[in-house]
């Protein structure tokens, strides 16, 4: 009796780590997304630099992760986040931010208890949030990436010192997530930004190590 040949396996990708920065950079700056009202989002595509009415002193997230931009603006779909950045930064300011930062929420692994965590959070200039990933249709994936948030003194460097490019990619989502709706999947993976393993620095919360 004749069997069928067995499939052929492809090479098994290795398991994400839990935590995990993934982004599209260089050897001198990291991308990272936005999203803003028009009237924020297109002078500071237009520029290259943020206008005179972003608010220097409030808090901002940076997300390095694509896709976990479009599950927050609904793939530029929602209220003032009509206008997607894509934001290229210099690394040695983003790697700043992280040494420099605080986990968002009280984790008794990193913290000796919760009242040094509240003393360390109020005076950090950055904060650092793991969400899960998530997939082309949005879904969450079982491992997280970064979401960095940035406050006085790092959120005017961001503005002012970090900043090398700004581009709108309002269009580019929009067509990755015509492809999805489409179901044309591999068309729209192939379209995503090519965002790898960064290097954080030691001390980043929620690592432990480096990744």
Avoid: N
Avoid at 14 to 31: F, K, M, N, W, Y
Avoid at 79 to 85: G, K, P, R, S
Avoid at 144 to 157: I, P, Y
């Amino acid at each position: 009796m004749s069997t069928s040949p067995a499939p052929v396996q492809g090479p098994v990708p290795p398991a994400e780590p839990h935590r995990r920065i993934r982004a599209l950079h260089t050897d001198e700056t990291v991308t990272v997304y936005q999203a803003y009202s028009p009237a924020l989002g297109l002078p500071a595509a237009r520029d290259g630099r943020f206008p005179v009415a972003w608010k220097r002193e409030r808090m901002t997230w940076i997300k390095p992760s694509f896709l976990w931009m479009m599950y927050r603006c609904g793939w530029g779909a929602k209220a003032d986040q009509e206008t997607v950045l894509a934001v290229e930064i210099d690394r040695g300011g983003f790697d700043w931010a992280l040494r420099s930062a605080c986990l968002s929420h009280y984790d008794p692994d990193e913290h000796p208890d919760r009242g040094g965590w509240q003393r360390q959070l109020k005076g950090a200039p950055a904060r650092v949030q793991w969400d899960p990933e998530r997939d082309l249709r949005l879904q969450a994936l079982p491992y997280r990436s970064l979401q960095l948030g940035l406050a006085g003194e790092a959120s005017r460097r961001y503005a002012d010192e970090w900043t090398v490019a700004i581009s709108d990619v309002t269009p580019l989502a929009r067509e990755i997530h015509a492809l999805v709706r489409s179901g044309d999947t591999a068309a729209a993976a192939a379209l995503l930004p090519e965002e790898r393993p960064y290097p954080a620095p030691e001390g980043t919360p929620g690592l432990g190590r480096v990744s």
